[in-house]
């Protein structure tokens, strides 16, 4: 049995600590919705993966809710698609009966502006599912498709999660 020096060892240790320390916090899980804080980035998040895509995802597609307090921003809508979206098509966003066109590029989506990020997330309150759909670059169809059962709970973990981070 072959014994290492105990300084390469510890050497050999410190990426995994180090990853250890970094790493997001859950704060929970609700039905399928994620609450997280990254101390490192000083933001929280309530995220989740789509219940359903059509076809074969390229990239592997999420929808959050961020909140960054020592840039003011709190319940930024961001949404990765399942497939890079064909330049110039739009990126519609339904909630319920609420239907809103977002800002992006490629495999991401955002809301336009502060005022749309807290539409987007009143409704996620109240609805059951949401969907995002456009055209694929590749052709065919994007649409992703999200259970919201949860989402409410884990939107207001994120927030409570970086409440005192300044």
Do not use: N
């Not at 490629?106 to 759909?133: K, L």
């Amino acid at each position: 049995m072959r014994h290492w020096p105990l300084s390469l060892l510890i050497l050999l240790a410190m990426p995994v600590a180090a990853a250890a320390a970094t790493a997001p916090v859950a704060l929970g899980i609700f039905d399928g919705w994620g609450a997280f804080r990254d101390a490192t980035r000083a933001r929280c998040y309530a995220i989740a993966a789509p219940s359903a895509t059509i076809g074969q995802p390229q990239v592997k597609p999420y929808a959050s809710v961020g909140y960054w307090p020592k840039s003011g921003i709190r319940g930024q809508f961001y949404v990765r698609l399942s497939k890079a979206r064909a330049e110039g098509r739009d990126l519609r966003l339904t909630i319920g009966s609420r239907r809103f066109i977002l800002a992006g590029k490629g495999v991401h989506g955002w809301a336009s502006d502060a005022r749309m990020d807290a539409a987007i997330v009143a409704a996620m309150r109240s609805a059951p599912s949401m969907s995002v759909e456009s055209r694929a670059a590749a052709g065919g169809a994007i649409a992703d498709t999200y259970r919201l059962r949860g989402a409410a709970t884990a939107i207001d973990a994120a927030a409570l999660g970086c409440a005192r981070m300044k």
